[in-house]
């Protein structure tokens, strides 16, 4: 779990075990749209690293994300609950409206981030004075004299632009989460039709964001530099029984490609010996424009357990996965082009689970 949902998954703990303390929200607009919510959360984590890393004593309030509408309204808004449902953000973790008495914590102690507006409503102009810091792309209609850690307003595509900014200027290591970019950059392009200057909700500080998420993908695709044993430890989950243990590496490329690396198979033998692995999964995929390609291979040395792998894989689910043998000469290697390309790691991980717990060793 990345540490955003980590953080994201706290804050109903927080908000209970702080009930009679002060507390910073980070509050959405009341419409509640993907560049609010987003917004909300993104920059709630952003405030809570700075926190954390700058070893205040005592620690200033803790900061939680709200967002601004009751929970049964949630279901309505579509494109949030899809959105952020593809990054494991379930609404479990969330945090509405109607599950915290900001008048009360008013009288506790509150500090107010406004993100994607900067006025609020009549009911709530009692919690003005606890407004520290607006960030929002709305013409403005207040004065950045009347909240005490000033404003960012200014006419962009998407509130995600401004929240994107405030992390390059304050922790740009943020930006290596990569739920936290993937959810910021589709909000982004979300916001602008897809940078599309006919629809006239593109300004050039969101093409220059873009320009930043454009190079964090290629960064992420170079892989030069790297060993084929580097690469198969660069983005790899493990599953494992009392003494058996089975690792799932994503490399960022096909793995018929990978394979073709000088003296890979000597490097998978010897990899699954330093990860005393019995059996390790390589996972391939391909983005071209709008389409993805997904290959996969099984290794191990103990060939009958490998085999049994692949069958359970190959039929998984009525054959879910819609696995294709592909010819590869690699000693203890089975490869597979991989028809079903939305099933990523998190589909098979899964199914390689479930073997493991079938099996006597």
């Not at 706290?10 to 919510?37: F, I, P, W, Y």
């Not at 952003?46 to 949630?74: D, T």
């Not at 606890?130 to 000033?150: C, M, N, P, Q, Y």
Request: hydrophobic fraction near 40%; charge should be negative.
């Amino acid at each position: 779990m990345s540490s955003f949902l980590n953080y994201l998954a706290s804050t109903k703990r927080t908000l209970a075990s702080q009930r009679h303390m002060g507390l910073h929200v980070v509050l959405s607009n009341e419409a509640c749209d993907l560049d609010s919510a987003v917004s909300a959360t993104v920059y709630a984590f952003l405030l809570n690293s700075l926190q954390q890393k700058a070893y205040v004593i005592p620690m200033p309030m803790s900061v939680i994300p709200v967002l601004n509408i009751a929970r049964e309204e949630y279901s309505l808004k579509t494109e949030v609950v899809y959105w952020l449902g593809k990054y494991e953000i379930h609404p479990d973790i969330l945090i509405f409206r109607n599950e915290i008495d900001l008048t009360k914590q008013h009288e506790i102690g509150l500090k107010l981030t406004l993100v994607d507006h900067h006025v609020l409503p009549p009911l709530d102009a009692h919690l003005d004075p606890d407004i520290v810091f607006i960030i929002d792309h709305r013409k403005l209609e207040r004065t950045a004299v009347s909240v005490s850690g000033g404003m960012v307003v200014e006419p962009v595509g998407s509130c995600c632009t401004l929240v994107t900014e405030q992390i390059l200027d304050k922790d740009s290591s943020v930006l290596k989460d990569n739920t936290i970019a993937s959810l910021l950059y589709g909000t982004i392009v979300l916001d602008t039709v897809n940078f599309n200057e006919a629809a006239k909700k593109m300004t050039p500080k969101d093409v220059r964001i873009d320009r930043v998420f454009q190079d964090l993908v290629e960064a992420k695709t170079n892989v030069s530099g790297l060993t084929s044993e580097q690469l198969l430890r660069k983005d790899v989950k493990v599953v494992s029984s009392e003494d058996f243990r089975i690792g799932i590496a994503s490399v960022p490329m096909m793995v018929k490609d990978y394979l073709q690396r000088k003296d890979v198979g000597r490097d998978l033998s010897k990899h699954c010996c330093r990860q005393d692995y019995q059996i390790l999964v390589i996972l391939g995929a391909n983005h071209t424009n709008e389409t993805i390609y997904r290959d996969m291979a099984v290794f191990s040395t103990q060939i009958d357990l490998r085999d049994e792998l692949v069958l359970h894989l190959c039929n998984a689910e009525d054959r879910r996965l819609q696995l294709q043998p592909m010819g590869v000469n690699i000693l203890g290697c089975s490869t597979f082009l991989q028809g079903n390309t939305a099933a990523s790691r998190k589909v098979i991980l899964p199914y390689v689970k479930d073997w493991l717990a079938k099996q006597n060793i």
